[in-house]
């Protein structure tokens, strides 16, 4: 009974953790639409994440006690960080450019799927009917809120390439997750977060050298100046630390399915700031998110031995 009483706890802990990555990711579109006035989506993209590496190493240098990667872990731990922090950037940034937000949204939603899919060909975690029913339930929800948000909404046509691009955005996160929940076991969130946003950030500054000097700064609004604070600060280093620490409390599919809050954040942030109009479908589609969730709360998922990597040679297991 203590047990089951201890796992509880830890679930609902987890939950308020999420809960709050959700709020951070769904106020930091509307925030970033409005830093980028006067300054362009590289610049702003770059100067987010040197915030964000001062605040990692901020909270490291505070937090933790040491400094040590075990050798065997430093090159999956590099990889993580050029997966994470630049190569899901780089599809982000040149995806949204390409395609309307209503196409993001969605297919931001199927993270929870990708994640179940690949837990389940590599057999990480075995998933019950029950966990597989509440991501269905939740994507449904994030079509009713994007169907009630009223934007544009196309697979093909002129936004191909930029739905591509978010898609693959999407798997490199997903890859993402389930990589490091073998690593969250043996080394905290803030540390693994913090090298890897310091790896992605170094591939950022050497892929564009000249995205902060290129920038006219006297014409940089203080709202964009703090939005570049905020995004940083925030919705790169705190939610991005959380989520890892809810992957390593409650696993990667239960974890990825908070994603979908998102979008609820984001409409509740453009009635209050933007006066974006509630429609009917929205509250339907919040309701069957969170329904979603509900019941994979109540789902089992067994963990298995088996790696989505092997962390001593970094190739595929077969």
Known sequence: MDRINKVKKRFQSAQLLLIGVAIIWGLNPTIVKIGLEGITSYTFNLARHIVAVITCWIFFLIIEKSWKIERKDIKIVLLLGFLGYFVYQYFYIVGVSHTTAGNTSLIFATLPSIVALINGVFKIEKLNKGIVLGIIISFIGIIQIVVGTGKQISIFDNYFVGNIMIFLGTTTWAIYTIMNKKLLEKYSPIKLSTYGVTVGTIFMILTWPKALFVQNWSI???????????????????????????????????????????????????????????????????????????????????????????????????
């Open 220 to 318: 940089v609004s203080i709202k964009s100046i703090l939005a570049i604070i905020y995004s940083g600060a925030f919705s790169v280093t705190i939610a991005a630390i959380l989520w890892n620490l809810g992957v390593k409390k409650i696993g990667s599919t239960r974890t990825s399915l908070y994603n979908n809050i998102t979008p609820i954040i984001s409409v509740l942030c453009g009635i209050l700031l933007l006066n974006e109009k509630f429609r009917f479908l929205q509250g339907v589609g919040a309701i069957l998110i969170f329904g979603g969730l509900y019941i994979t709360k109540e789902g089992k998922i067994k963990k298995t031995d088996n790696n989505f990597i092997d962390t001593k040679k970094y190739i595929v297991k077969k």
